[in-house]
């Protein structure tokens, strides 16, 4: 007799179905497991004979078979722990087998027969309400499950045996409730800035339009406090959005309690980080740091101090919104829509543009021109807004705080979103959410210009060599700052402020 129990493989985001297949048969004592395990799969062996055990249950003295179909895909990870245990239970009679017949069963076990959280809980239960079936998951992890759908059958035990009780009907597991990470209270404002108007206004226009956006300023400007505050005034997580990227960081092990947040994501890797750590890959090719800043903010401190190829990487994700994992067996696609926040220095030393300074290595200009030239032209000309950030004086700082915090800033950018939200709507694409993720083709209708417009566009993008790229960013640029303004038509203003911040850059 052959019990199966239905469990999942994951590939990015999505959850494979794999069929658990148990068989215990006469002959040499064995305990095997087929279907391409890793070496977690395979140590799976000593966590449920220990489970069984701790639960009163003891494994037959016969040979014991678990296949993991389809055989040719590679099944990694410690989910596999509990259908393994379930499809043994129903094997040796312990559990009736049809009571699992119509669940999804993933989880980790413990020694003593408790079943512990696994990562990509709520990417098994979409896949498991798909497929008409129920849930089995830990305890710990009903919660995340729960956001599934409401009308999904889900079954948390903390152990073995409150499942088996449970199956006998002798104790009743409640379904878990789904749940929802409480704000902080206190956080980042920029409130808290003094001075540093310009960046500011920067700011706001990188969070209305999801633009990408480098400062560069001497050290203790105040780059790092800024970017810190940009996710203070953008709009919560969409419904939608709230799922794509609760599936990502489920995967990635990192939903603490099963909680989701509306807050988007705001990731900020050292500048030592690999380029797995940064794009994903690694063992298992697991989601990077661009991947987990999906529909949120990937900020980038001391961004020329990243490695050439590390930066390079993210100009593929910043154009598709995507990053593609290949491996010699496998591929895996993971959603990447960010928006790219770097900081940087003028110079190594950081004091080049300070006045009266002189670099003791070089010219100020060359040690400049050195530094910034770790920065490749190709990945610059992908960032919409290059700012130069001024040092904060004394004076600035006894100031009183202004009267202008996140809350204003962010009721000003929820406007201008609302507003993109409808024109890609009426146009028929609601997957575009902002100006600066809209195809170039529908950029140019929604960005038209007058013809004083195009002349000053002309003459511009002749003086900063503007390519195609660059051309299309800033009438993104100019759409979003009309859309501040509340304006149905991007004006000679909106385009010359638009024109003004891709000029840092040239000089640069």
């Keep these: 007799m052959v019990v199966r129990v239905a469990t999942v493989a994951f590939e990015g985001i999505e959850a494979r179905p794999v069929d658990v297949q148990v068989q215990i048969a006469n002959g040499s004592v064995v305990f095997m497991i087929v279907g391409l395990p890793d070496k977690a799969v395979g140590e799976s062996r000593e966590r449920v004979r220990s489970a069984l055990t701790a639960s009163?249950?003891?494994?037959?003295?016969?040979?014991?078979?678990?296949?993991?179909?389809?055989?040719?895909?590679?099944?990694?990870?410690?989910?596999?722990?509990?259908?393994?245990?379930?499809?043994?239970?129903?094997?040796?009679?312990?559990?009736?087998?049809?009571?699992?017949?119509?669940?999804?069963?993933?989880?980790?076990?413990?020694?003593?027969?408790?079943?512990?959280?696994?990562?990509?809980?709520?990417?098994?239960?979409?896949?498991?309400?798909?497929?008409?079936?129920?849930?089995?998951?830990?305890?710990?992890?009903?919660?995340?499950?729960?956001?599934?759908?409401?009308?999904?059958?889900?079954?948390?035990?903390?152990?073995?045996?409150?499942?088996?009780?449970?199956?006998?009907?002798?104790?009743?597991?409640?379904?878990?409730?789904?749940?929802?990470?409480?704000?902080?209270?206190?956080?980042?404002?920029?409130?808290?800035?003094?001075?540093?108007?310009?960046?500011?206004?920067?700011?706001?226009?990188?969070?209305?339009?999801?633009?990408?956006?480098?400062?560069?300023?001497?050290?203790?400007?105040g780059k790092s406090m800024l970017a810190a505050r940009l996710p203070s005034i953008l709009p919560p997580l969409t419904p939608r959005e709230l799922l794509e990227v609760s599936m990502i960081h489920s995967v990635a092990g990192h939903l603490s309690g099963g909680e989701l947040t509306e807050r988007r994501p705001f990731r900020a890797p050292h500048h030592s980080a690999s380029m797995p750590a940064l794009v994903g890959g690694g063992a298992g090719a697991r989601p990077g740091e661009v991947s987990l800043a999906?529909?949120?903010?990937?900020?980038?401190?001391?961004?020329?101090?990243?490695?050439?190829?590390?930066?390079?990487?993210?100009?593929?994700?910043?154009?598709?919104?995507?990053?593609?994992?290949?491996?010699?067996?496998?591929?895996?696609?993971?959603?990447?829509?960010?928006?790219?926040?770097?900081?940087?220095?003028?110079?190594?030393?950081?004091?080049?543009l300070e006045p009266g300074y002189a670099c003791k290595r070089q010219p100020n200009e060359r040690c400049m021109a050195q530094y910034a030239a770790r920065l490749s032209g190709p990945l610059l000309d992908r960032i919409d807004l290059h700012i130069e950030v001024q040092a904060v004086t004394a004076a600035?700082?006894?100031?009183?705080?202004?009267?202008?915090?996140?809350?204003?800033?962010?009721?000003?950018?929820?406007?201008?979103r609302a507003m993109q939200t409808a024109r890609y709507e009426a146009l028929g694409m609601p997957e575009v959410p902002t100006n600066a993720?809209?195809?170039?083709?529908?950029?140019?209708?929604?960005?038209?210009?007058?013809?004083?417009?195009?002349?000053?566009?002309?003459?511009?993008?002749?003086?900063?060599?503007?390519?195609?790229?660059?051309?299309?960013?800033?009438?993104?640029?100019?759409?979003?700052l009309a859309d501040l303004d509340g304006s149905g038509e991007v004006g000679r203003a909106h385009l010359a402020e638009a024109l003004s911040y891709r000029a840092n850059a040239d000089r640069r």
């Design 294 to 352: 999906h529909h949120g903010v990937l900020f980038l401190d001391e961004f020329p101090e990243f490695a050439t190829t590390v930066l390079d990487s993210l100009r593929q994700p910043i154009e598709t919104g995507e990053v593609s994992i290949a491996r010699a067996n496998h591929r895996v696609t993971y959603p990447a829509r960010f928006q790219l926040v770097a900081a940087m220095n003028p110079c190594r030393c950081g004091h080049a």
């Design 56 to 221: 009163g249950l003891a494994l037959p003295a016969k040979r014991i078979t678990v296949n993991l179909a389809p055989a040719d895909v590679p099944k990694e990870g410690s989910h596999y722990d509990l259908p393994i245990a379930l499809g043994i239970m129903a094997a040796i009679g312990a559990i009736p087998a049809d009571a699992i017949a119509g669940y999804t069963v993933i989880g980790e076990l413990a020694l003593d027969g408790t079943i512990t959280a696994v990562a990509g809980v709520l990417p098994a239960a979409v896949a498991a309400n798909g497929r008409g079936h129920g849930l089995i998951c830990p305890r710990a992890s009903g919660p995340e499950a729960a956001w599934a759908s409401r009308d999904l059958d889900i079954l948390a035990p903390a152990s073995l045996i409150a499942l088996a009780n449970h199956f006998k009907g002798t104790q009743v597991l409640s379904r878990p409730e789904p749940a929802m990470r409480q704000k902080g209270i206190g956080g980042a404002d920029l409130r808290d800035v003094k001075g540093q108007e310009s960046a500011k206004r920067a700011l706001e226009i990188a969070a209305a339009g999801g633009h990408n956006l480098l400062m560069n300023g001497p050290p203790g400007a």
């Design 396 to 416: 600035d700082l006894m100031l009183p705080p202004p009267a202008e915090g996140s809350a204003e800033v962010a009721a000003r950018v929820a406007s201008a």
């Design 437 to 480: 993720a809209a195809p170039a083709s529908v950029v140019e209708r929604v960005a038209k210009l007058d013809a004083k417009g195009l002349d000053l566009l002309r003459q511009a993008s002749e003086k900063l060599r503007l390519t195609a790229r660059g051309f299309h960013r800033v009438l993104k640029l100019s759409r979003t």
